[in-house]
């Protein structure tokens, strides 16, 4: 299926997706940091935002010289030149995904960009009544 790829993420401290994937407007990562572990530098970006979700655990993120307390249910956006850091707290490590995309390049998105298909095929799959047509 040339439209369709999918990779198995196996359990490692820090997966990235662009080249599993083979991405061409974004790079995934899913990181896990363990008790008292950080990012071990503080950095930004010449033209990337990144979308953060906090999956599991909790810890702090060091934006801009102000520390804020993060955890999981957790969303937050950081513009390209925002200056940052994750750190895993004391007593429980930190599961979060980071989005990473050229800012401003969001044209159009969800229903904008979507193409409504005559194809029904897929709807004898689905169990929402809603859908079925």
């Known amino acids: 299926m040339e439209n ?43 033209q990337n935002e990144e979308v953060y979700g906090v999956l599991g655990g909790k810890g702090q993120l060091y934006i801009d010289g102000q520390v804020v307390d993060i955890k999981a249910g ?7 030149n925002g200056h940052r850091a994750i750190h895993a707290s004391e007593d ?5 995904i980071c989005i990473q995309t050229k ?3 969001l044209q ?5 960009d979507a193409i409504i298909l005559e194809e029904r095929e897929c ?10 047509t």
């Open 74 to 80: 957790d969303w937050f956006v950081i513009r390209p």
């Open 108 to 112: 159009e998105f969800t229903a904008g």
């Open 4 to 46: 369709f790829k999918m990779v198995e993420v196996k359990d490692a401290p820090r997966v990235e997706l662009h080249n599993q994937l083979g991405l061409t407007g974004c790079e995934i990562s899913i990181n896990e940091l363990p008790p008292k572990a950080a990012v071990p530098f503080v950095h930004a970006h010449k």
């Open 103 to 105: 800012s401003g390049s």
């Open 123 to 132: 709807l004898k799959f689905c169990v929402c009544p809603k859908f079925i």
């Open 92 to 96: 429980e490590g930190i599961q979060f």
